[in-house]
């Protein structure tokens, strides 16, 4: 009931403000389960998606979004628990699992589940590299993924602005992606990781964002690192600061433009190339199990 007041409430609000605009709204089913997929640029996704779906949504949201502390972090928390969304703890392991099994648990329900793949809003506008429990979802539970490209949230509240600018913003839906082909490799890491790199891929295609083949996470430590050494260079600007500062989402091995590469389709059906999965460390493969 929240969920339905809530859209009732925001959506002349979003509209007359952020005149948003859709395209490929009809590749939504009317009924039926299915993933949403998304790029995430702004807090402002979790208002704006569900605007342009007649039918409910229920996102998996990060458990901080339930935690945090402050006058924001209650309007996060009765915003969130209100509509009925579901918090996931991103730690990896056990916590993943559940996750997982919460998605399945509402996708068998014949409902939309939306989910952000990258796992973290992105912290510059680009497209970082998914996680697989989407890939898992999607094949666990028969269901087909659709890509949603976010337009312009990501100008309008970036990360760490409170205040959203206002500035027309847009939705681009993408054609269901279907993988039943796979319905039997659930366990299978490589075509996991294969289906969530053609997921992102049509994201890319969608939102004609910049590809970084690497984790969304991993980007924010290292440009939490940069500024933390050009803080203490500014502090003491006569002490050697060493060899430069890694360049903001820089990834190993490539330049900070390069678009994805590709990888053939395991299933030899022409549905076209996809970000390549590079060589991950240990630690990056326990966080790629997580939603």
């Known amino acids: 009931m929240f969920y339905w007041m809530l859209k009732v409430i925001l959506t002349p609000v979003l509209r007359v403000f952020w005149r948003p605009w859709v395209e490929g709204a009809e590749n939504i089913p009317a009924e039926g389960a299915a993933i949403l997929a998304g790029n995430h640029l702004s807090f402002l996704d979790h208002f704006f998606l569900p605007l342009v779906v007649p039918r409910r949504v229920t996102f998996l949201a990060k458990s901080d979004y339930f935690t945090e502390a402050g006058v924001k972090g209650w309007f996060k928390r009765i915003f969130f628990s209100g509509a009925g969304q579901i918090p996931i703890d991103r730690s990896g392991g056990k916590a993943s699992e559940g996750a997982l099994r919460s998605g399945v648990r509402v996708l068998r329900q014949g409902r939309l589940l939306g989910i952000y793949p990258e796992g973290t809003r992105s912290p510059d506008g680009r497209l970082y590299r998914g996680k697989i429990g989407v890939a898992r979802m999607a094949l666990e539970a028969g269901v087909p993924v659709i890509p949603v490209a976010m337009i312009g949230t990501f100008e309008v509240q970036p990360p760490g602005q409170l205040i959203p600018k206002i500035r027309r913003i847009g939705m ?120």
């Open 172 to 291: 681009r839906v993408g054609r269901p992606l279907d993988f039943s082909r796979y319905a039997d490799m659930a366990d299978d890491r490589f075509v996991l990781r294969s289906i969530t790199d053609e997921i992102m891929y049509e994201l890319m295609a969608l939102s004609g964002q910049e590809y970084v083949d690497m984790y969304a996470k991993r980007a924010k430590e290292e440009l939490a690192a940069a500024r933390a050494t050009a803080s203490s260079a500014t502090a003491s600007p006569a002490t050697p600061t060493g060899a430069d500062a890694p360049s903001a989402g820089s990834t190993p091995g490539s330049g900070a433009g390069a678009g994805p590469a590709a990888t053939a389709d395991p299933g030899g059906n022409g549905a076209g190339t996809r970000p390549a999965a590079p060589r991950s460390t240990a630690a990056e493969d326990s966080v790629d199990r997580a939603v």
